[in-house]
T-cell receptor, first 114, second 112 residues
Framework: DVKVTQSSRYLVKRTGEKVFLECVQD?????MFWYRQDPGLGLRLIYF???????EKGDIPEGYSVSREKKERFSLILESASTNQTSMYLC?????????????FGPGTRLTVL | GNSVTQMEGPVTLSEEAFLTINCTYT??????LFWYVQYPGEGLQLLLK?????DKGSNKGFEATYRKETTSFHLEKGSVQVSDSAVYFC???????????FGSGTKLNVKP
């Protein structure tokens, strides 16, 4: 069964802390994505990656960075967490070829920044 | 550019009622269209998809038809169950790559 896993389901951090959210997929997918989900706003793309060591900014990259050192792992980093980054974070992956393929999602990490 | 608009919720129905959730899109080229479902506390799961005009996607009693002339992909189910209570997202994927564009989501509450 295909799987995308995220390191934590729930996370509580303090303002100013550095936060790492990890995502791992076991499907050998080239593309990986980080979204945040907020009520009434749907899913907004933060960053995505088409290959190892490659990254592109999504719609709301400010305050975030990413790392993709291995194909199966895509990390989201909050350099200095702020309360407005309290949200649900979703990771997704998809194979490289074509627009027919669905995105496979992880279970999400609900981050609270105090 | 690409975008997806879906009806605002919440939508509240009684069990066995007919469901329609409207979705319209704007896209360059010929996108693929998807409906995802998110149950409480979980990530998104693919419900159904359609990759070209007039295709009908179906799964678990849900259906949606890719209508190019009206740029729509409305989700329907003939008889909803309490277990269908969830948030439903319409999405499109452009041919240029695998970037997805999601609607804002519609929460469905089904009462017994």
């Amino acid at each position: 069964d295909v799987k995308v896993t995220q390191s934590s389901r729930y996370l509580v951090k303090r303002t100013g802390e550095k936060v790492f959210l990890e995502c791992v997929q076991d499907m050998d997918h080239e593309n990986m994505f980080w979204y945040r989900q907020d009520p009434g706003l749907g899913l907004r793309l933060i960053y995505f990656s088409y290959d190892v060591k490659m990254k592109e900014k999504g719609d709301i990259p400010e305050g975030y960075s990413v790392s993709r050192e291995k194909k199966e792992r895509f990390s989201l980093i909050l350099e200095s967490a702020s309360t407005n980054q309290t949200s649900m974070y979703l990771c997704a992956s998809t194979p490289r070829q074509g627009a027919y393929n669905e995105q496979f999602f992880g279970p999400g990490t609900r981050l609270t920044v105090l | 550019g690409n975008s997806v608009t879906q009806m605002e919720g919440p939508v509240t129905l009684s069990e066995e009622a007919f469901l329609t959730i409207n979705c319209t899109y704007t896209a360059t080229g010929y996108p693929s269209l998807f409906w995802y479902v998110q149950y409480p506390g979980e990530g998104l799961q693919l419900l159904l998809k359609a990759t070209k005009a007039d295709d009908k996607g179906s799964n678990k009693g849900f259906e949606a038809t890719y209508r190019k002339e009206t740029t729509s992909f409305h989700l329907e189910k003939g008889s909803v169950q309490v277990s269908d209570s969830a948030v439903y997202f319409c999405a499109l994927s452009g041919r240029a790559g695998n970037k997805f564009y999601f609607g804002s989501g519609t929460k469905l509450n089904v009462k017994p």
